[in-house]
């Protein structure tokens, strides 16, 4: 899952346009100039009041954009990114049905999924609950995403979607289906040694850094398959594809060249041969730009605001953020 080092915001441009150069007079005499435009960027509309609108929201611009890409809805992967998110949301949000959650702080992770637990473990103590976990058909599973909500007691998937430090990996290996942001040999190495000591195999994504920003985490676009080809050779860690985060701009369309440029290094992945086993998640795109990152090819997308809201000011956004020491 990773954020940047660096978490400053851009200011969005002022609305309208704005002529960027001033008449000239000189020897009594004006020179008009062609004033230079700015657009402003799109207007960005109100989140609704509730979570459960805010949900069927996000499901709807999910599905809109999967069609859009010409596939469904059920193609797509979402995972709810609950680092600023309140106890009751996130309640709420496995009441309406949701089982994929991200985290991208490991103390927060520990913190969140004991939390969830002793929820879960309420709910199937109440009679009207005891109803056995049917299967998702998830992706991760190798099928498509449910296109229904789940029984109370289905149980939920954990995504680690943050830079994730070698001290303190071994904290979440039991608690994780999938590890979005293994960026080097380093930290594989360490997820296989600690996987090979518990006799399971760690499933994995790994980490790209498409913009080519600095601050950003992962591996560079051309140490990729080189990386994916070492971490093939292990026993217990499996590439299941690639994720990398664009750049923060205004104009959701201006990520587009990153996602691109993701899909065509993924799908040369997929056709490479070094990876055994299915190779199938491309996760990226995020609350503010998941619709052009389905577009552009991912089947998962990391969101986090669009749910909850937005975080308290000062904060990191709620997608993605550095890990803490």
């Known amino acids: 899952m990773s954020r940047t080092k660096d978490q400053s915001r851009s200011k969005s441009a002022p609305a309208g346009a704005v002529p960027l150069q001033p008449e000239i007079k000189a020897a009594g005499l004006v020179k008009k100039t062609k004033p230079v435009v700015v657009q402003a960027p799109p207007a960005v509309k109100p989140l609704p009041a509730t979570l459960a609108e805010r949900y069927e929201l996000v499901k709807s611009r999910v599905e809109a954009a999967a069609k859009r890409s010409g596939r469904s809805a059920r193609d797509i992967l979402v995972v709810a990114v609950t680092k600023h998110a309140l106890p009751e949301q996130v309640r709420e949000i496995l009441a309406l049905g949701h089982r994929d959650l991200g985290e991208n702080r490991v103390q927060h992770l520990i913190q969140q999924a004991a939390m969830v637990d002793e929820f879960q473990s309420r709910l199937r103590a109440l009679p009207s609950m005891r109803r056995a976990a049917t299967a998702s058909g998830s992706l991760l599973d190798g099928g498509k995403t449910s296109g229904h909500a789940e029984v109370p007691d289905a149980p939920v998937r954990w995504h680690m979607i943050g830079h994730l430090q070698r001290n303190k990996a071994k904290k979440v290996i039991d608690l994780v289906r999938l590890t979005h942001s293994v960026d080097s040999l380093r930290i594989a190495e360490e997820l296989q040694n600690i996987a090979l000591r518990k006799d399971r195999v760690i499933e994995v994504l790994i980490q790209v850094n498409c913009s080519g920003e600095e601050q950003k985490f992962g591996c560079p676009i051309p140490a990729a398959i080189p990386l994916a080809e070492q971490i093939g050779t292990m026993i217990n860690v499996r590439v299941r594809g690639l994720m990398t985060m664009a750049a923060q701009a205004a104009n959701p369309d201006d990520t587009r060249a990153t996602f691109a ?17 299915p190779v199938n998640i491309l996760s990226m795109g995020m609350t503010g730009d998941f619709e052009v990152a389905i577009e552009e090819g991912a089947n998962c997308v990391r969101i986090g605001s669009a749910f909850f809201g937005e975080p308290p000011a000062g904060s990191a956004d709620a997608e993605d953020g550095p890990e803490e020491d």
């Open 261 to 277: 440029r993701c899909r065509e290094l993924f799908e040369e992945l997929r056709t490479s041969g070094v990876v055994e086993g």
